[in-house]
């Protein structure tokens, strides 16, 4: 990569002229890219020691199909910024793509330059969470009950467990447990992830739905290494807090509980990310 180039990034969709048309696109704006025609050889890419900035991935693509691309990232410890470039619109493979690490899902049919800006406010958050982690001075660890964030590697640990967290998920554990009991909105929540004042989902509210998708994704985390963790809180109509909930003994919350979820939509979620 040049001093001139703004990043790498890694395309893999299976049709040819999309390929090539935005790959052309890109390299004029100042990126340089490298691009895959399915999800095998970029994942040979990755097992090689090949690196990106952000990997712009198609959803419905030859015998491995985009989801299944992102999970053999994510359970290879490859943790590079997805965008889902896709022609698929129900909401519920956007919020299956978020809930399975992927951090944003754009529409094939939106103009080039939201797709710009969509890259553009990844690359300035992993700019400023480098830059924070930098200034952050001998506070390196936070801690809260059985919870432990190691602030310079973004690990994060539960009754001495480690959670495999991505960074986004991270950080959504950050804001709350740095402002325990304290109620942190939908809005606040979701502007971390994609950058203030950004919209999606359908409705003035529909980026609830993908706030919800992180949440069932982070506590599931947790439960995987303690299955009475109930330390995350809903406000209904409002957001989420970090709650007194303590792990072992602590009765297990349902995430259909949550306000305006509910077990259809999640089994919905669940199936889409299984398709």
Not at 23 to 52: C, K, M, Q
Not at 63 to 77: F, H, T
Not at 96 to 113: P, Q, T
Not at 223 to 252: H, L, S
Request: with cysteine; charged share 30%.
């Amino acid at each position: 990569m040049t001093e001139t180039t703004i990043a790498r990034i890694a395309l893999v969709d299976d049709d040819d002229l999309f390929r090539e048309s935005l790959s052309l696109n890109l390299g004029d704006e100042g990126y340089e890219v490298i691009t895959f025609d399915r999800g095998e050889p970029a994942l040979d890419f990755f097992a090689a020691g090949g690196s990106v900035d952000i990997v712009l991935l198609d959803w419905r693509m030859p015998k491995m199909d985009g989801i299944d691309v992102l999970r053999q990232m994510r359970a290879r410890g490859i943790d590079a910024p997805v965008i889902f470039l896709t022609v698929l619109s129900d909401q519920i493979y956007e919020e299956a793509a978020l809930a399975g690490g992927a951090l944003d899902f754009v529409e094939k049919s939106r103009s080039l330059s939201i797709l710009l800006k969509r890259m553009r406010l990844i690359l300035d958050g992993i700019k400023g969470g480098a830059e924070e982690a930098e200034g952050a001075g001998p506070q390196t660890v936070h801690t809260l009950g059985e919870l432990e964030l190691r602030l310079d590697n973004s690990r994060a640990f539960w009754m001495g467990k480690r959670i495999d967290l991505t960074l986004t998920e991270f950080n959504i554990v950050k804001l709350m447990s740095t402002r325990p009991e304290e109620d942190v909105s939908y809005r606040e929540i979701y502007d971390l992830v994609h950058g203030k004042g950004f919209m999606a989902g359908y409705g003035p509210s529909g980026y609830r739905a993908n706030v919800r998708a992180f949440i069932k994704r982070i506590r599931q985390k947790f439960r995987a290494v303690d299955a009475g963790f109930a330390c995350i809180e809903n406000y209904p109509g409002f957001g989420y807090r970090w709650g007194k909930g303590e792990g072992g003994t602590a009765q297990m919350r349902d995430d259909s509980r949550d306000d305006d979820a509910s077990t259809a939509e999640d089994a919905l979620i669940d199936g889409a990310a299984a398709d």
